[in-house]
């Protein structure tokens, strides 16, 4: 996703990283590895332990260097934006840095935050070098960059225009999803996340979060069915700082979807839901905007955004408004990462999160994506949810004709099922598939014969929904 400048990516970024363990967990599509049925239902925790090539010295209970080294395939060590609202609290995972590049990237102007992101990369060597790249010259293009950026695996990935002369601008890309066995499925949450990176920016969303329970979330992602056995820790407040504090204290069923996917369409004959660009925006030389670009060839944007035309000169609407603020301690914290184990929260807790229960709770993915209102009208904690969140976001905004809006609403049916454990995951269709069929033994392992079998009941599932109709009960 290419948002309107550098501080927009930045802050896009950062607000992302807490939604990865919720969207791994809700797109779970791998659980046989090698004809064996696995006891985990994602694939990031093989993937990082496939790319693990720590050293001894690396994976010795002793520091390296006086810092802990994380696996190359691992959640975010670090946010980067500029935004009052993160607090160095936050920053609480160990982030292996190169000193040299960071002192370097500081001597030449980089703020402190954006200086310890591109210092982290700059930690491992990169797995794979051609040598066009490495006889590149570094001012014109970026490919040996990328050579290190691109062996470092992260669920959300940071990336610069490509080079000084490019169109392209600064982008986010968002990497924990799996693959899903449909397209109508791929579909509807690249969309889901596409739309929830424009509320996010829209209405200045507050995700903040220690990294440590993200990294926490991750490891409940991983596991079987973690849609309905786990629970997972959020902000409880994501509209705290925001564009929509007041209003949706007041008024909160307003968050809640429309009965119709035509209301509040102002313009329903438009073949693609477009707009006119606002006429405030302009071309950003420092942020490398492109005003042409959209997240979706059929969702466009009708917020007014920032638009840097010069350092130290940014203008906005009354609807948008850009805050830069100075850096005085923003180095990450050192201490170690806590660990938890938690199924449902009447297990054990854990006393390193005694005083961040009623800030960052733990909460079904249910509630964090239908919001609290459609789980449980009775319940305190009030979270919004992200689709009636994205629901306002369409509402305010006119974006979509009365067609597309039809089709992001069956898209939420299905994501909000899912969510509510109603619909399946992919994984678990094919555990149960599995475990139903005639020539499975109970003993894990998934012959030739079980597998062909599910390949083929897969490739007659697009389009027929009856085929895995567990995954389409919505």
């Not at 790319?51 to 946010?79: A, I, P, W």
């Not at 996010?200 to 596991?223: C, G, T, V, W």
């Not at 405030?280 to 969702?299: E, H, M, W």
């Not at 010069?310 to 603020?325: F, I, P």
Request: charge should be negative; include cysteine; glycine fraction near 4%.
């Amino acid at each position: 996703m290419q948002p309107q400048d550098i501080s927009e990516a930045r802050k896009l970024y950062d607000q992302l990283i807490p939604l990865c363990p919720i969207m791994l967990a809700l797109t779970a599509a791998t659980t046989i590895w090698n004809d064996v049925l696995a006891d985990t239902d994602a694939r990031w925790e093989v993937m990082s332990a496939c790319y693990d090539d720590r050293t001894v010295d690396e994976l010795s209970d002793m520091n390296f260097c006086g810092q802990k080294f994380r696996l190359r395939h691992s959640s975010n060590d670090l946010y980067m934006s500029l935004d009052p609202r993160l607090l160095d609290r936050y920053q609480d995972a160990h982030s292996t840095i190169d000193d040299g590049v960071r002192e370097e990237l500081l001597h030449n102007g980089m703020d402190e935050r954006l200086a310890n992101h591109f210092a982290h990369l700059f930690a491992r060597d990169p797995l794979v070098v051609f040598s066009k790249d490495a006889e590149s010259d570094a001012t014109e293009d970026t490919a040996l960059f990328e050579a290190v950026q691109s062996t470092v695996y992260n669920t959300v990935r940071f990336k610069p225009p490509p080079s000084f002369h490019s169109d392209i601008g600064w982008r986010v890309e968002f990497r924990p999803m799996e693959v899903q066995m449909t397209d109508f499925e791929n579909a509807a949450f690249a969309v889901f996340v596409m739309l929830l990176s424009r509320t996010i920016l829209h209405f200045d969303l507050n995700f903040y979060m220690p990294i440590s329970m993200i990294d926490e979330n991750m490891e409940k992602a991983n596991r079987r069915d973690a849609i309905n056995r786990e629970h997972f820790r959020f902000r409880a407040d994501p509209l705290l700082g925001s564009k929509l504090k007041s209003t949706v204290t007041e008024a909160s069923p307003e968050m809640m979807p429309p009965s119709s996917p035509t209301e509040n369409i102002s313009d329903p004959e438009s073949a693609h839901g477009s707009v006119t660009p606002d006429e405030s925006k302009g071309s950003s030389t420092a942020g490398r905007s492109s005003s042409t670009t959209s997240l979706s060839s059929s969702i466009s944007s009708t917020d007014s955004r920032p638009t840097q035309h010069s350092a130290g000169e940014v203008t906005a609407s009354s609807k948008r408004t850009l805050t830069d603020v100075e850096l005085t301690d923003s180095q990450p914290t050192k201490r170690s990462r806590p660990t938890e184990d938690i199924r449902n929260p009447n297990e054990e807790r854990n006393p390193s999160h005694d005083n961040d229960d009623n800030e960052f709770p733990l909460q079904t993915l249910s509630t964090l994506i239908n919001g609290s209102d459609a789980v449980d009208s009775t319940t305190t904690t009030n979270f919004p949810g992200f689709i009636p969140l994205i629901t306002r976001y369409l509402d305010e905004t006119n974006t979509l004709d009365c067609t597309a809006r039809a089709k992001v609403d069956e898209y939420f049916r299905l994501i909000g099922a899912r969510a509510s454990g109603r619909a399946w995951t992919a994984a678990k269709w094919q555990r149960e598939f599995v475990k139903g069929h005639s020539e499975y033994r109970g003993d894990s392992i998934v012959n030739q014969k079980v597998m062909y079998d599910l390949l083929k009941a897969v490739g007659g599932m697009e389009g027929r929904r009856e085929k895995g109709r567990e995954m389409f009960d919505f």
